[in-house]
Structure formats: structure tokens, C-alpha cells
């Protein structure tokens, strides 16, 4: 039973990941309101909008599902059977700057195990997306980690995170 109702969440994650990031390239070079919410922690008009879309569409469908927001549209942090975990416009930053790489991510928890997953990059409509039992896909192609062991062989690519208070623990780990 719990496969079938993890199979229905993940359609409707990429269904809704797409519905969502399609709201972001609308506003991406228009005006748009940017506050902070931390030191140099943004939050854009765009994020409230995609969350608030998402946020409505799982309260809907999953009335009894705990939600956690980027923007915290619940407020919901404790752990249920089912927690929806939402970053409505993942890349504020790059958004604000209108560098185009941002995505909108919805994953879904079972009893703290992440059971499906959906990213959607509206820039590039790119979406990457998984469930339990199931294999990542890239717009429905099967997609994998390399099976290279050599560094040199590989490709590697990473940001940086805002919070400067965590780059040294970050350059820390890419130093091993």
C-alpha cells in the first residue's frame, strides 16, 4: 500500500515542481521585490509566490501531511508518517542577480526517510526526479552516478554556501 501512495506523491511532486518553477522565469526579468531575511539571506516575491502555489496544491491533496516551507509557509518542523520538505525557488540568490540557475525542489519523507523527489530548472526545462524503488530520471531518462574511480577521470562541480559562517567547514571538506 505505502508503494502505491509513494508512486501518487511522486507524480504529483513532478507534476507540481513543474506547475511551480513555471511561475519563476515569468518574474525572472521584470521587477521584483527582494528582502532579507538574514544578514545577506534573500527572499524574493517569486519565492512567496511558487510556495504559496505548492504549499495550496499539498494541503489540498495531502490534508494530513506535515509541510516544511524555505519561507515557512507552516511552519511545520517536526516529523510526521508524511513531511513534505519544499524549496519553492532553490537559488534565491543567483535569482536576485538574475543569473539564471535556480530550481524549484519538493521532496517527500516516510517516517524520516526521503521517499520521492522532485527538481525542476524552469530556466533549462530540466526535471530531475526519483522515488523509492524507482531510478533517477533527467525529463524521463534514466540517469546514475559515474562509475569512474579516478579523480581525474571525473567532473566535479559545487557552490559555495552563503552562510559564511560555513564556507570553512565546507573548504575544510573539499580539502580531503
Known sequence: MIETEIAEAHEFAVSLAREAGKLLPERFE????????????????????????????????????????????TGASSRGAWR????????????????????????????????AGAVYDPMRDEMFDAAKGMNASLNGEPIAVTSQSALLSTLLATGFPYDLNARDESSRLWAR
Open 30 to 73: 521584470g521587477p521584483r521585490d527582494v528582502d532579507h531575511k538574514g544578514e545577506i539571506d534573500l527572499v524574493t516575491d517569486a519565492d512567496r509566490a511558487s510556495e504559496a502555489l505548492i504549499a495550496n496544491a499539498i494541503r489540498e491533496r495531502f490534508p494530513d501531511h506535515l509541510l516544511l516551507a524555505e519561507e515557512g509557509s
Open 84 to 115: 513534505w520538505v519544499v524549496d519553492p525557488l532553490d537559488g534565491t540568490t543567483n535569482f536576485a542577480h538574475r543569473y539564471p540557475h535556480f530550481v524549484t525542489s519538493i521532496a517527500l519523507e516516510h517516517d524520516g526517510d526521503v521517499v
